[in-house]
């Protein structure tokens, strides 16, 4: 089983948590965006294997979001970092 840090309750079993998306992606604006575009978005991105930046949300224990920097083949968790951190400075 793998064993996730959150930042506010410290170390707990993956099934706490849920993995909710890639922390990179660019979400398009709302109020401008067409159908299609937001059908690209939610549907059609790629499933990238290795090193990422992903947000997870602690459904069964303080509730809150944050960050984790993971390998997705390893499932090694490299840090974990509340939200208002700079964890994502400088990723592209």
């Not at 930042?7 to 109020?31: H, K, L, V």
């Not at 992903?54 to 968790?77: N, P, Q, S, V, Y």
């Amino acid at each position: 089983m793998m064993l996730i840090t959150c930042p506010w309750c410290g170390r707990r079993a993956q099934t706490e948590f849920s993995y909710i998306d890639d922390a990179t992606a660019r979400r398009p604006n709302m109020d401008s965006v067409n159908e299609a575009e937001h059908f690209k978005f939610v549907y059609e991105r790629d499933s990238r294997r290795g090193v990422q930046y992903e947000l997870w949300h602690h459904h069964a224990g303080c509730g809150k979001f944050f960050k984790i920097h993971r390998d997705t083949i390893t499932h090694e968790i490299h840090a974990t970092s509340k939200l208002s951190n700079g964890f994502l400075e400088g990723v592209k």
